[in-house]
């Protein structure tokens, strides 16, 4: 039976099932081979020779497939159509030659598919080919640059930026973009302009809405009413007038659908529509690929196969009719820089089926399934025929002029099956009008006037951020989950409410890179390397001249910056940020004195949680904020008086805390709190903060004796008791913060008395139970559950304990996402060390005795 290997288990199930019992299909779980991350992996005095080092993980799959070659000597590389796919194929077939699996006479062959069903991998059997070398070329490049980068330049940001974490060749690029908005967000000074709306009636009594387009005479721009006066003289003008309808203007007007997805398109609308970051959607999108419902999810490319046009076009006919099918197909041209690295778009691989026809139980893929089938199914019908009306209203003496917009859909067309998310929604003017005739009186029936203010530009969500990077030609779509990933895993960026807010780590970083980096953070110089990139996989260009030129420079600028001093660093991100750090006061003081102290002068420091602004007359003064300015995250504040003591609100390396006074000589620790889990450092008053440093609170004293208190502690909210002859007092969690501040005596026994009956368990009373229970592992059995943890949700199976992704529901967690999250925890798991076994004392040596 010919080895067939791929890379997923599922993939390998699926699979299976079409070539049957001839074939033996394994899998390779994904690459087997990488650079140790040690220096010297990327040999540049050696040509730029490459060290692989086959994952500890890999070893056993590796050897699974060499021993399958043992029966039968006929090896077929079936892995993903991608560069990552040619890659995997490469180096699993250098890893058994090197063991010797692979021998002279053993035929390999790479065989490619773009979706998951019995006629592609039929096809795709019948025409084997040849491992693509210019696009595992292409794959070392990129390798290549991505460790020259990150190994050599992470170190430097340790040295001179303690906190900061690394820094990458396309990551660093996607984090610019990020603090760069947040900056011209802070630098953003709002316009005040007034717009004046009234609502009209036809004779009919009908009523719409139209906005004041002419006063005086003269056409109004957006700022023309400056002020509320000037708002309220253009009410006047209006209610002191008789309108009527001087024209109505109808236009026919058409909408043609989106073409079909591509990874970056796809990844757009799953965050637009539902909220899924760039890595749940291709994780999710991975398990549609690999059960065989959709084709490839890694694509540059928007074009259609011809039968699966032809397909949707039938599909469309029985659906919704004859009239919603355009007379001839849609013709979506292929965008894709590099012809080799584009596949078909992403589509479902039978047109005939919805996602209520498959049933698809994971509310995820299904979600994900319906958008690809409507927007598949959309691309090719018919367009919206719309009629777009505007209706001028004027005054008898033309001093006066308003408008009125609205539209009627005539046909529906793709509109009745999916229409494509938009990241800022704006006023389209899209509303129905009543029917208007010229020369008819308009009623007046209110005139207002709205305030408005310009608006920053708004922060990326990170649908508009890949849609910017794809502009910009930064990264390729199978890169940018995995880097907008890495910038939050990284805490370089946050993500609140869908947007993504740099955090003064990342902000930091990006400054430095700028100042000491700026060629390899450019816009221009990423994607121009990119191109470069392409034209490696295109066979056009050699990928070690590429590697040469990069290295050339970019060695002489990190030993360059590697000489500088960490305060001459800072001092020139200081210098850089000065505008920003330091805005001039409205008094005109000295922005950089320290309010605290009046003296010191303030300077950009550093510490392992990222920048900040402190006092130089540090530590007499102890004054901090963080660089974004004052009242923002991180910021320390008074909230009050006393006594003689002032109440401060700060933040420290695990989060905000409230402090009672300053350090003394005499009192070297000032009595602090931290903020329980779920309280706000915005809502924080002084009657909340000396509640906290009010803490323990006594509750009462116990039936048997002694007193029973409840505070926070290290794992939580808590009560504590301890009996007069007992010698460790007992702790029982509280799972509601606000218990510590009103529990009472009667629960308070109780919680204590469950506790020492079972003094093995956190909180004590009944095992926790799981917030989701999932069912037993598919492979190795087992309850599989998702359980509420001290840091969060988390997944158990036996002694396994697999941490959650942050964008990831518990509530919508499915046990494929659990199998793999346990799969990547149980092989970071180091097997224990082993004790050498004692050595055996040598036997007493017996002296005879003398006689």
């Known amino acids: 039976m010919p080895v067939v290997v791929v890379e997923s288990p599922a993939k390998a199930k699926t699979i299976n099932k079409y070539l049957g019992s001839d074939y033996t299909v394994l899998a390779s779980y994904g690459h087997v081979r990488d650079l140790p991350a040690k220096n010297g992996s990327v040999d540049t005095d050696q040509d730029f020779d490459m060290t692989w080092e086959i994952g500890v993980d890999s070893r056993k799959h590796v050897k699974a497939i060499a021993d399958a070659l043992k029966e039968d000597n006929n090896l077929i590389l079936a892995t993903d159509p991608d560069r990552e796919g040619e890659a995997i194929s490469w180096h699993l077939e250098e890893a058994l030659r090197k063991r010797r699996a692979i021998k002279k006479d053993t035929p390999v062959s790479r065989v490619v598919f773009n979706a998951i069903t019995k006629a592609a991998v039929t096809e795709a059997m019948q025409n084997p080919r040849q491992v693509d070398q210019p696009l595992v070329d292409a794959y070392l490049a990129r390798r290549a640059l991505d460790y020259l980068v990150g190994f050599n330049l992470s170190p430097v940001l340790w040295r001179k930026l303690p906190g900061a974490r690394s820094a990458g060749r396309v990551q660093s690029v996607c984090l610019r973009l990020i603090v760069e908005r947040e900056m011209e967000i802070e630098a953003f000074n709002a316009r005040e302009y007034w717009s004046v709306k009234a609502v009209l009636a036809t004779p009919r009594g009908k009523e719409y809405e139209a906005r004041l387009t002419v006063l005086g005479g003269d056409k109004l721009d957006k700022y023309s009413l400056e002020n509320s006066t000037a708002a309220e003289l253009a009410v006047q003008a209006i209610s002191s007038r008789d309108l009527s309808i001087a024209k109505v203007e109808a236009k026919p007007a058409s909408r043609n659908p989106s073409a079909p997805f591509m990874t970056s398109t796809l990844q757009q609308e799953a965050s637009r529509k539902f909220g899924l970051g760039a890595r749940q959607c291709m994780s999710t999108a991975q398990r549609l690929y690999e059960a ?90 018919e367009g919206a025929r719309l009629e777009r009306t505007s209706v001028d209203i004027a005054s008898d003496d033309g001093q006066v002029g308003l408008r009125a917009t609205g539209q009627v859909v005539l046909f529906d067309g793709f509109l009745r099956v999916y229409e494509e998310g938009r990241d800022d929604v704006v006023d389209d003017d899209d509303k129905r009008l009543p029917q208007i005739m010229e020369g008819e009186k308009a009623d007046k029936r209110t005139v207002s ?403």
């Open 292 to 381: 065989g419902y959709i084709t490839y999810m890694r694509t540059d490319g928007i074009d259609m196969a011809p039968e699966a046009v032809t397909a949707t076009r039938d599909a469309i006919a029985s659906r919704y009719g004859a009239e919603y099918v355009p007379s001839s197909p849609r013709i979506y041209k292929n965008k894709a820089k590099n012809a080799q690295e584009a596949h078909e778009c992403i589509r479902p691989t039978d047109m005939m089926r919805s996602a209520e026809d498959i049933k698809i139980s994971e509310p995820d893929q299904r979600k994900l399934y319906d958008l690809i089938w409507k927007r598949t199914i959309a691309c090719q019908m």
């Open 449 to 851: 006037p709205e305030q408005h203010f310009t608006q920053p530009p708004p922060r990326y969500t990170e649908a508009t951020l890949v849609k910017r990077m794809e502009e910009l030609g930064i990264g390729r779509p199978s890169t940018y989950a995995s880097v907008i990933t890495t910038i939050q895993d990284r805490e370089y960026v946050r993500k609140d409410k869908n947007r993504l807010f740099p955090e003064d780590k990342g902000r930091i970083v990006t400054i430095f890179l700028l100042n000491f980096f700026c060629q390899y953070v450019g816009y221009e110089f990423t994607a121009n390397l990119e191109e470069e990139l392409d034209d490696v996989s295109a066979g056009e260009r050699n990928y070690k001249n590429v590697l040469s030129r990069f290295w050339k420079d970019f060695s002489a600028a990190i030993a360059e910056t590697s000489e500088l001093r960490i305060s001459e660093v800072l001092d020139v991100l200081d210098n850089a940020l000065a505008s920003q750090l330091y805005p001039p006061k409205e008094d005109g003081s000295d922005p950089r004195v320290c309010p605290k102290c009046g003296q010191g002068q303030l300077h950009l420091k550093s510490s392992r949680t990222g920048g900040f602004v402190g006092c130089g007359n540090y530590p007499e003064c102890t004054y901090t904020r963080p660089i974004a300015g004052e009242g923002a995250d991180g910021d320390e504040r008074v909230l009050g008086e006393d006594g003689d003591d002032e109440i401060w609100l700060k933040a420290g390396r695990f989060g905000p805390y409230v402090q009672r006074g300053e350090p003394t000589p005499e009192n070297k620790k000032p009595r602090r709190a931290s903020l329980p889990r779920g309280w706000n450092k915005e809502d924080m008053d002084l009657e909340k903060a000396l509640t906290l440093l009010s803490l323990p609170r006594e509750i009462g004293e116990h039936p048997e004796g002694g007193m029973i208190t409840s505070n926070f502690g290290r794992f939580g909210p808590y009560v504590m008791h301890k009996l007069p002859d007992d010698a460790k007092p007992v702790y029982a969690n509280v799972k509601d913060p606000n218990d510590v501040f009103e529990i009472g005596m009667n629960r308070a026994v109780e919680i204590l008395a469950e506790k020492r009956a079972n003094p093995g368990r956190r909180g004590g009373g009944a095992a926790v139970k799981p917030l989701k229970e999932l069912g037993e592992h598919p492979e190795s059995g087992g309850p599989v559950n998702v359980m509420d943890g001290r840091y969060g949700a988390y997944v158990k199976w036996e002694k396994v304990n697999a941490t959650i992704p942050k964008e990831v529901e518990a509530k919508d967690v499915t046990m494929e996402q659990a199998v793999q999250w346990i799969s990547e925890k149980a092989a970071k798991k180091k097997p224990a060390k082993r004790k050498a076994p004692a050595k055996k004392k040598a036997p007493a040596k017996k002296t005879a005795a003398k006689k």
